[in-house]
């Protein structure tokens, strides 16, 4: 890889601040299919758009939202982007299916560093597992309403770094809002 360097000498500007925003699908339902196949519930339909809503009152404007491609996160997807006030690029990833949290972290660092704010739609326990190991700090009792709900279906978390996506690691974030809906 080749490392662009200014022939003016400038420095390197300040470290970039970064945001996570983690999605965990809407509650699905249980009929007898592959569990990758597994389609939202009456209950998921209303709570997709009902997280979108929320994403939306973050503010962020996410350059790149990267979502499984097991039915139910890509049925949330579906309903929760419609409540956005613009549609971020979205790439479809089989690995965030049954990702562990170390396969979580190895996704993130592949991120282009062009992305400053990026949101994953994926499953638990894996973006409940994110969110913690990700937040060496946090703001208000966000992490005490998050240990407390479990990352329920359609939570999400915001997390915020600075810094390259390749030094993401654990403790590195600070977790800035955490919302799950019937909390």
């Known amino acids: ?8 000498g400038t420095p390197p500007g300040p470290p970039e601040s970064r945001r996570i925003v983690l999605l965990r699908h809407a509650k699905a339902d249980w009929p007898q299919v ?9 209950r998921g339909r209303k709570e997709a758009p009902e997280a979108g809503r929320r994403l939306a009152e973050t503010g962020i404007a996410f350059d ?9 996160t890509r049925e ?3 309903l929760a982007v419609h409540e956005l006030p613009h549609r971020p690029k979205t790439v479809y990833e089989e690995r965030l299916y049954e990702a562990s949290l170390g396969d979580l972290i190895a996704l993130l660092n ?3 560093d062009e992305v400053n704010d990026l949101l994953v739609i994926g499953h638990n326990p894996g973006v409940h597992a994110l969110a913690d190991a990700l937040a060496g ?3 208000g009792d966000a992490l005490a309403r998050m240990t407390q709900s479990g990352f329920p279906t359609a939570a999400v978390a915001v997390v915020g770094f600075t810094g390259s996506w390749k030094s993401l690691e654990h403790g590195v974030g600070t977790l800035l809002e955490y919302w799950a809906p019937h909390s």
């Open 110 to 112: 592949e991120t282009p």
């Open 64 to 72: 790149l939202a990267v979502c499984s491609t097991a039915t139910r």
């Open 137 to 139: 700090k946090t703001e």
């Open 34 to 42: 592959p569990d990758h196949e597994r389609p939202l519930a009456e």
């Open 1 to 8: 890889m080749s490392v662009a360097v200014s022939s003016g």
């Open 76 to 78: 949330t997807w579906k």
